[in-house]
Nanobody
């Protein structure tokens, strides 16, 4: 079972930036698609962004142009760079590897 360990997140004012990291154990990282999800208080978890093994990216419409997902296969790590943050981006962010489990979650809070 692959383990995903997240870091980053925190409290930032609207318009600010944060970067999340998701480090994976195991040798299958380079061939796996990785996604980021988020869950706001009282809401269902929603997909935010994905990156394939080949580096193809997709984004939730509301984060396009503000968030960037990237991967460093040498470090078995995926990043989510979040710029121009809005209060509605607040939530717990999770990474997930296709066919594997979830990261532990990290809180992102954007104050207005």
């Amino acid at each position: 079972q692959v383990q995903l360990v997240q870091s980053g997140g925190g409290l930032v004012q609207a318009g600010g930036s944060l970067r999340l990291s998701c480090a994976a154990s195991g040798s299958i990282f380079s061939i796996a698609a990785i996604s980021w999800f988020r869950q706001a208080p009282g809401k269902q978890r929603e997909w935010v962004a994905s990156i394939t093994s080949g580096g193809i990216t997709n984004y939730l419409d509301s984060v396009k142009g503000r968030f960037t997902i990237s991967r460093d296969n040498a470090k078995n790590t995926v990043y989510l760079q979040m710029n121009s943050l809005k209060p509605e981006d607040t939530g717990v962010y999770y990474c997930k590897m296709a066919g594997q489990g979830w990261g532990q979650g990290t809180q992102v809070t954007v104050s207005s």
